[in-house]
C-alpha cells in the first residue's frame, strides 16, 4: 500500500472513531507541519498571502519553494535541503518561506516555466529577484541536491540585496519586476 493510501485510511478510521470536526482540529498543526517537511524549528508561512505580508511587515525576503509530493526529485531535494544545517539557520533568522506545493497561474512566479524543484525569491516591496537564479541555463529558477552551495550563495545574495534595496529606496526605486497588488488573490 503506497504512503498516501495508508495516509487516507488512517483518516478514514480517524473520522469514523471521533468525527469530523475532532479530526480536523486535531490534524491541522500535524498537517501543516507534514505538508511542509523541512523540519519543526522553521516557521512556514500557510499561504502566499501571509508569507508576503510577513515578508512585507518583517522586512525580509521571503523564498518560495515550489516541489510535488509525489516528486522523487523534489523529495531528494527536501532531505538534502532540511539536513544542511547553515540553510536551516539562515532561513530561520533572515527569511520568511513558503512551500507551495502546487503550480500557480502567476506567470511572476514561473517566469522561464514550470518544473520542480524550483525556488523564487522575493524581496519585500514583492519584488521577484530575477537576478538570483541557479546554475542552469534551461531552468533557471532550479535546484537540486547537489546544488546546496549554490542556494546558501544566493539566500546570502537575497539578504544583501534586501538591505542595498532598503537603502537605495529612500534614494530611488529599483526592481526587477513587481508583483502586482492582485498577484496573491490569484495564486
Not at 64 to 87: G, T, Y
Not at 119 to 147: A, W
Amino acid at each position: 500500500m503506497t504512503r498516501a493510501a495508508a495516509s487516507l485510511v488512517l483518516v478514514l478510521v480517524l473520522v469514523a472513531l471521533m468525527g469530523v470536526a475532532s479530526v480536523v482540529s486535531w490534524f491541522e498543526p500535524q498537517l501543516l507541519l507534514c505538508l511542509a517537511g523541512w523540519g519543526d524549528q522553521l516557521n512556514w508561512a500557510q499561504t502566499y498571502e501571509e508569507a508576503l505580508f510577513l515578508s512585507r511587515s518583517r522586512n525580509k525576503p521571503l523564498m518560495v519553494l515550489f516541489l510535488l509530493e509525489d516528486c522523487p526529485r523534489s523529495q531528494a531535494f527536501k532531505q538534502a535541503f532540511n539536513e544542511n544545517d547553515k540553510i536551516q539557520r539562515i532561513l530561520d533568522e533572515d527569511f520568511v518561506v513558503f512551500n507551495m506545493m502546487q503550480e500557480t497561474v502567476d506567470q511572476h512566479l514561473s517566469p522561464d516555466g514550470q518544473y520542480v524543484p524550483r525556488i523564487i525569491f522575493v524581496d519585500p516591496s514583492m519584488t521577484v529577484r530575477d537576478d538570483i537564479i541557479g546554475r542552469y541555463s534551461n531552468r533557471l529558477y532550479g535546484y537540486e541536491v547537489e546544488d546546496m552551495n549554490v542556494l546558501l550563495e544566493n539566500m546570502k545574495k537575497a539578504k544583501k540585496l534586501l538591505k542595498v534595496s532598503a537603502v537605495s529606496r529612500r534614494t530611488t526605486p529599483t526592481s526587477t519586476h513587481s508583483l502586482p497588488e492582485s498577484t496573491a488573490a490569484e495564486v
